[in-house]
Every structure is written in structure tokens, then in C-alpha cells.
């Protein structure tokens, strides 16, 4: 079984940044696909990006294209959201996925971790 332990999260000003990081713990951490995903309150759970182990394939939800960046460490067995240019819009608790296909549903993921508070003031 993965575990995974989301870190980062904070307040921080519209137009600023934030990097979250996702440890895992379990065997073969490096095969799966790693994604985020958010929720803000009263909203349902939306797709923000993935990234899959191999050839630096990535995807990236249209409304983060070009302010995110997902990346990872295999050998730290972490993934990391780079999130530059935030707005209010991107208040949201973020969670960390892993699953087997770079796609953007809550389907193609099999683990979650405990999500992590992101809140940008205007």
C-alpha cells in the first residue's frame, strides 16, 4: 500500500507562489503515476495535474497551464506543485494521487493523501 503525506500549503498573496510536496511511503513508488487534485468548499474535486515517471510526460488542467509546474524526485520518493502566479481562484485543500494512468479523473487513482490548505488573498 502507498501512503502519502501532503506539505506546503499556507496563505500567501495573490500573484505569489507556493511549492507543495507530496512524500510517499511504500515499494515502487517510481512506476506510478503521480497527479493533484483540489477542492474548495462546497465544490466538487477537480483534476490539476499529473505527471508520469517516465519521459517527463505531464498534464496540466487548462485553468493552471502555464502558472504550475508538477515535478518529481524518485530517489526522495516525492512529487512536487510548483504554483506561481496564484490567484484567489486557487483557494482550494490540495491532494495528492498516485495511480496508473496520466489521466485527469479521480478514477485513474488509487491512493490519496490527507490534503493540504492552500488560501490566496486578493
Known amino acids: 500500500q502507498v501512503q502519502l503525506v501532503e506539505s506546503g500549503g499556507g496563505l500567501v498573496q495573490a500573484g505569489g507562489s507556493l511549492r507543495l510536496a507530496c512524500a510517499a511511503s511504500g515499494r515502487t513508488f517510481s512506476i506510478y503515476v503521480m497527479g493533484w487534485f483540489r477542492q474548495a468548499p462546497g465544490k466538487e474535486r477537480d483534476f490539476v495535474a499529473a505527471i508520469r515517471s517516465s519521459f517527463g510526460s505531464t498534464l496540466y488542467a487548462d485553468s493552471v497551464k502555464g502558472r504550475f509546474t508538477i515535478s518529481r524526485d524518485n530517489a526522495k520518493n516525492t512529487v512536487y506543485l510548483q504554483m506561481n502566479s496564484l490567484k484567489p481562484e486557487d483557494t482550494a485543500v490540495y491532494y495528492c494521487?498516485?495511480?496508473?494512468?496520466?489521466?485527469?479523473?479521480?478514477?485513474?487513482?488509487?491512493?490519496w493523501g490527507q490534503g493540504a490548505q492552500v488560501t490566496v488573498s486578493s
Open positions: 494521487a498516485a495511480g496508473a494512468r496520466l489521466l485527469p479523473t479521480e478514477a485513474a487513482y488509487g491512493y
